[in-house]
């Protein structure tokens, strides 16, 4: 049977989709003008003419992007720090996240405690920079990948998936028939854990493809670089060309290529993730609703 709304009801539901509505657009809207401006007239842009329409189409900051070697060496060093830290990350999280979520791990809720006290107590960078230099991974790929082999923060975001999802009678049914911890984890825990494990992946992966901090303490060697801090060094680089022009004409010129390239290197940094949410986002919801309904 189809329930009638009251006039009040349906005032509450037309307001709330007016409030959703204009907060997608607050949200959207940013990442559209970037776009629009990524390909429009420089000097249109900045004299305030671009606001839903492309104005004066050209690809002039793209093609100066693309044609830099340093680019695609970026993407390169990107991607594979972005697959394997993604990779380590999840070898870590997810073992020892089960682990605490074990009722029978003995000091569990101590050891908790100590992995939470890093997140308000950390020694701070000059220690973890003689940390890093003293494993003699200064410099190395490496030093971009085991400072961060684990988030104290999704570490604790998936031992509580573990605890509220997985009943102590599951576990329990598995111990009778023989099945060890390990047995249990990997096949068991793991095939009912996608919706964390999506999440993970995605927190993680985002946190790799926008790294650039340590990389600018760690890193010297440029074929090591990851693309946010190739792009940073392309703006920079353009920056500075402008100033040195003396010419006005060449000045102009430059502006509106810098311009352009300011707000095409936003979409060159951010599209293959926005690409890759997508596939990703049924898990992330799923994995977001389990933890607020049984929080």
């Known amino acids: 049977m ?3 709304k009251s006039k009040d009801e349906l005032l509450l539901y037309g307001l709330t989709y007016v409030v959703l509505i ?3 657009i607050v949200v959207l809207y940013p990442l559209y003008f970037i776009l629009i401006a990524s390909v429009s007239d420089a000097n249109k842009v900045n004299l ?28 390169r060093n990107t991607i594979f720090y972005t697959v394997v830290g993604t990779l380590i990350n999840l070898l870590i999280t997810l073992p020892a996240a089960f682990a605490l ?14 992995i939470t006290f890093t997140m308000f107590f950390s020694g701070g960078l000059i220690p973890l920079y003689f940390v890093v230099r003293e494993l003699s991974i200064l410099d190395t790929v490496w030093a971009l990948l085991l400072p961060n082999a684990v988030s104290v923060w999704n570490l604790i975001i998936a031992r509580t998936f573990f605890q509220s999802t997985l009943p102590d009678e599951l576990s329990e049914a598995a111990a009778i028939d023989g099945c060890s911890n390990f047995r249990f984890f990997i096949s068991i825990a793991l095939p009912l854990s996608k919706a964390i494990i999506a999440v ?11 790294a650039y901090f340590h990389a600018l303490i760690f890193i010297r060697n ?3 670089f990851p693309l946010q801090l190739v792009l940073r060094d392309i703006l920079i680089t353009a920056q500075f060309m402008q100033e040195m022009i003396e010419d006005s004409a060449r000045a102009g010129n430059a502006l509106q290529l ?8 936003v979409v060159v940094a951010t599209l293959p993730i926005l690409v890759l949410y ?7 919801m799923q994995g977001v609703m389990i933890g607020a309904i049984k929080g």
């Open 258 to 265: 810098a311009e352009s390239m300011k707000y095409g290197v």
């Open 2 to 4: 189809q329930i009638r």
């Open 278 to 284: 997508p596939f990703l986002q049924r898990y992330f």
């Open 22 to 24: 204009l907060v997608m």
């Open 101 to 114: 979520s074990r009722k029978d791990l003995t000091g569990r809720n101590t050891i908790t405690l100590l």
């Open 222 to 224: 440029d074929d090591l």
């Open 48 to 75: 305030g003419k671009v606001i839903f329409w492309v104005k004066d189409f050209n690809l002039d900051g793209y093609l100066t992007i693309l044609k830099n070697d340093a680019i695609w060496s970026g993407y």
């Open 200 to 210: 993970l992946t995605l927190f993680y992966a985002v946190y790799h493809w926008n």
